[in-house]
C-alpha cells in the first residue's frame, strides 16, 4: 500500500493502539505461516543479538517464504553475516516445523556453499542446533 501526499492527517489521538491492533493495521491480510514466523524468537544461543538489518532480512525471507514465493534472493554486501542470516532462517523454519508439504514435519535444509570455509563456518553456526 503505497502512501501519497494527503493520505494522513495530523492531530491529537485519544489513545496509543495495542501491538495487536498495530499488527492488524501494518499486515490486514490473513497469513498463518507469517504469524507463526515472527512468534519464533530468533536464536541467541551464542548470545548474539541480530543487527537491525540482520533482523529485516530474515524476516522479509520469512514473509516471501509464507507468501508461497518459489524463488528468493537475498544479496548482502560482504562481512554483513550472511551466515548468520541463513542461521536465523533455518531456525525459524525448524522451530515452525515449516515444509513444503505442509505436514508438520521438521523440514529438510540443503546448504551449498562455494567454499571449504565456509560450509565449516555454517557448520559450526549451526552446531548449536
Do not use: H
Amino acid at each position: 500500500m503505497d502512501a501519497k501526499p494527503g493520505d494522513f492527517t495530523e492531530g491529537f489521538v485519544e489513545r496509543f493502539p495495542t501491538p495487536a491492533e498495530l499488527w492488524a493495521m501494518t499486515f490486514p491480510e490473513k497469513n498463518d505461516w507469517r504469524d507463526k514466523f515472527n512468534l519464533e524468537p530468533f536464536n541467541r544461543d551464542g548470545g548474539k543479538s541480530p543487527r537491525y538489518y540482520q533482523e529485516n532480512a530474515v524476516n522479509a525471507v520469512l514473509e516471501a517464504v509464507s507468501k508461497k514465493i518459489d524463488r528468493i534472493l537475498l544479496t548482502l554486501a560482504t562481512g554483513t553475516g550472511k551466515t548468520y542470516i541463513a542461521f536465523q532462517i533455518c531456525w525459524k523454519l525448524m522451530k515452525t516445523r515449516w515444509n513444503n508439504l505442509q505436514n508438520g514435519k521438521l523440514p529438510r535444509i540443503l546448504f551449498l556453499a562455494d567454499r571449504n570455509i565456509l560450509a565449516d563456518q555454517a557448520y559450526n553456526s549451526f552446531w548449536s542446533i
